[in-house]
């Protein structure tokens, strides 16, 4: 009996030390209260006003609290209850990710529309853990009527302050009645996303990773490398050590055909195709580089290409002819001359002409590797030996290769979109139409550049042992590039494409990117349109919105003041509701449909590596000696190389986050809201089963740009 008491008196002890850590002083003597109430003047539960309440902690880390939480409900009378306890004995209520129900009763008389609430907590629980609380919503249903009144947060609560919130929490900063906390949480916001420049030129990033930016659990990255690391680690035995190395081709197109290949690694889309100019010529239509490919009016003087070189492979017309009719494109890599490379590798600069042919595929027709023409720099051509046009197109590649990592993929989807969402996050409030519009495409970008530049844009890392560039050349390119970079013209998809003379589906056809691209700008852009024009009537109210203002100002502004973009519409100043809608429009499209077509087509494109090589050894061709496969395969990087390069381009082919509308995280609640975004997704439904017909007829499957795989951010 005295054991039994000792435990008794135990867990009576651990009982109140738990209770007097939930419960404050002044929320005994409520409790009390109640209970002397309740005594003194009986009454019905039906005559005291019943609320459920339900609260959603969000799924971020350290996102939970220990803390005493207080509610009040306001009608839109300002009628208003008391402070109400939000808690469940015996439940560790708020935790990270967390729903938690609570049934309350308050005896003021509120009418049935609950307008507001006010939430509240205080420090206790610091001792345990951090008593920092992140609310994603607060959902008031009156018990009476079942009507239920949705009030989003997506803040981090601090202690011993009071954060109001209206109906769907969204107000213009001009028509707020709560400007004091909007300007407190600005003004936190400006301290935790701090401007900085982390390698010089480069596009602005955050100083430190806020809070809000973590994974929602640190391991997620870690879990997606481990599993590949492990399960590639078999391969790596296999067919790294227990094989000779590759002396043909032959021996690298078989190596994907081979039984004991590990999870997720499949034979290559490029393994059958690699060698044909068609192929070639598909890779700058719907490849991981689909961006470059613009109309031939006029031969570059530095080409060194003559209308006799190609008369043979241009269907009977002359160069002239081909080009008056719109059947002659270039991609010129001029950006790379003089690039920086690693010690005893070598990158072109090179230009390459292409042809529509009578069957619509766009054919390769002449390649110069390098900038300055001369004798030491000859044009290949389809006719040249054939060895020696393969490895021209291989060099090209690298050079292809090379862009896109540093910039269409890393520097103007990664790194121009954060310094847009580190913008976004210091001007717009969390209650601000157009940060929620925009917030389900930040998820995870601060958190995964931060990651992916460390493990992989490192000294060391994978860009300085699989690229012949390495991280300095890397670098150097992304500044060259971010310099040039217009939001109004390389963010502006519709602009683009006229820019670069692409626009016309008969003049080039198969260009799979532009046909797959164009519907998803489009459904992006009514979204955006029914958005703004639900919350600015005119275009009035746009120039009179301050945190727009700011947005437009800091978006223009050079570093340390902004980050220093060019070709935003209005130039730091929105003046129409179009100007805004462009910008809100270009940043959703590149953080989901953009970053979707050049960086999940990697794996078919990176992994079999004379396709779209980010590395050869040895230096380019510079005469018209035939070549033999034994010259191609002293091109081809080692198996260490080709291994890396799988792993990496696998984990970066692996989505991250739901397809385009599906939110993560909803952030706008109004009716007239949900319908838009509705709307944008039964588009997106309608335009991804058009691709899939598309698909059945194509030569090559593109799949990248298919709405039901696009995610809604840049997330891995």
């Known amino acids: 009996m005295l054991a039994l008491g000792l435990v008794v008196s135990g867990f009576a002890v651990l009982l109140a030390i738990y209770v007097w850590n939930r419960r404050s002083t002044n929320e005994f003597s409520d409790i009390w209260g109640k209970a002397k109430s309740i005594f003194s003047h009986p009454q019905t539960d039906a005559a005291i006003p019943s609320y459920t309440i339900r609260v959603k902690t969000g799924d971020r880390k350290d996102a939970g609290t220990d803390a005493n939480v207080k509610i009040r409900l306001y009608d839109e009378n300002g009628q208003q209850t008391k402070d109400i306890n939000l808690d469940v004995s015996f439940r560790d209520d708020f935790e990270e990710g967390n729903l938690d129900e609570f049934h309350v009763e308050d005896e003021a008389p509120l009418r049935t529309k609950i307008d507001k609430i ?3 907590r205080d420090n206790a629980g610091d001792w345990l853990k951090s008593a920092d609380w992140y609310v994603e919503y607060v959902e008031v249903e009156v018990d009476k009527t079942k009507k239920a009144f949705i009030f989003p947060f997506h803040r981090w609560i601090h202690s011993d302050r009071q954060y109001l919130v209206q109906q769907y929490d969204v107000v213009l900063p001009q028509n707020d009645p709560h400007k004091e906390q909007r300007n407190f949480e600005l003004a ?33 990255w870690d879990i997606i490398c481990n599993k590949v690391k492990m399960t590639l680690g ?6 790294v050590t227990a094989l000779q190395p590759f002396e043909t081709l032959d021996d690298l197109d078989d190596l994907f055909k081979q039984e004991g290949w590990p999870w997720g690694i499949q034979v290559p889309k490029c393994v059958e195709h690699w060698k044909e100019d068609k192929w070639f010529g598909a890779q700058r239509l719907a490849g991981c580089n689909p961006v470059l490919i613009k109309l031939c009016k006029d031969i570059p003087n530095n080409f060194g290409v003559t209308p006799d070189m190609v008369a043979p492979f241009l269907e009977g017309l002359t160069l002239t002819q081909a080009m008056e009719k719109r059947r002659i494109y270039i991609v010129d890599l001029k950006i790379l001359d003089n690039m920086t490379c690693k010690e005893h590798y070598e ?21 110069q590797l390098n900038q300055v023409k001369g004798p030491d720099n000859p044009v290949f051509l389809p006719s040249d030996d054939e060895y020696l046009w393969l490895m021209a197109k291989m060099w090209f590649n690298l050079g292809d290769a090379t862009y896109h990592q540093s910039l269409t993929h890393l520097g103007f989807t990664h790194l121009k979109m954060e310094s847009v969402s580190v913008c976004t996050h210091r001007n717009l409030s969390p209650s601000h139409p157009v940060f929620k519009l925009l917030a389900p495409h930040f998820l995870f970008l601060i958190a995964i550049d931060a990651r992916g530049l460390a493990l992989l844009v490192a000294p060391g890392g994978h860009v300085d042992h699989t690229m012949s560039c390495g991280c300095p050349g890397m670098f ?23 820019i670069r003379g692409v626009d016309d589906p008969e003049a080039l056809p198969n260009y799979h990117y532009r046909d797959d691209a164009l519907p998803v700008w489009n459904a992006i852009n009514k979204y955006a349109r029914k958005i703004v024009n639900l919350f600015y009537e005119s275009d009035k109210m746009v120039q009179n919105d301050p945190e727009l203002r700011q947005w437009a100002q800091e978006m223009v502004a050079p570093y340390p003041d902004g980050i220093g973009l060019k070709g935003v519409p ?15 429009t270009s940043i959703i499209f590149t953080c989901s449909a953009s970053h979707a077509a050049v960086n999940f087509s990697q794996y078919d494109e990176y992994s079999f590596l004379p396709n779209y090589p980010g590395s050869l050894i040895g230096t380019p061709p510079t005469d ?7 010259d191609i ?6 198996k260490e190389v080709l291994l890396d390069t799988i792993l990496v381009v696998k984990i970066l082919s692996t989505r991250g986050t739901k397809n385009l509308g599906d939110f993560e995280v909803k952030y706008l609640h109004t009716p007239e809201a949900s319908k838009a975004a509705q709307e944008m997704v039964d588009e997106l439904a309608k335009i991804s089963v058009t691709n899939k017909e598309k698909n059945k007829t194509r030569d090559f499957i593109y799949d990248v740009l298919d709405p039901e795989i696009i995610p809604n951010s840049i997330s891995i």
């Open 234 to 239: 078999v391969a790596y035995k296999k067919f």
């Open 188 to 220: 936190n916001k400006k301290e935790l996303y701090e401007y900085d420049e982390k390698v010089q030129g480069i596009p602005v990033q955050v100083k430190t990773v806020p809070p809000d930016e973590t994974f929602s659990h640190d391991y997620k």
């Open 570 to 584: 209005g130039d730091g100043k929105f003046e129409t509701r179009d100007q805004l809608i462009r910008v809100i």
């Open 476 to 498: 150097e390119l992304i500044r060259k590039g971010a310099s040039l970079w217009r939001m109004d013209t390389d963010a502006d998809l519709v602009n683009d494409l006229k």
């Open 118 to 120: 006010a939430l509240s």
């Open 347 to 367: 990158l072109c600069s090179p230009l390459a002409l292409f042809f529509v042919a009578d069957d619509k595929s766009l054919l390769p027709i002449a390649i």
């Open 633 to 638: 395969m002293k091109c081809v990087p080692s």
């Open 624 to 630: 018209k000696e035939p070549r033999t496969e034994a």
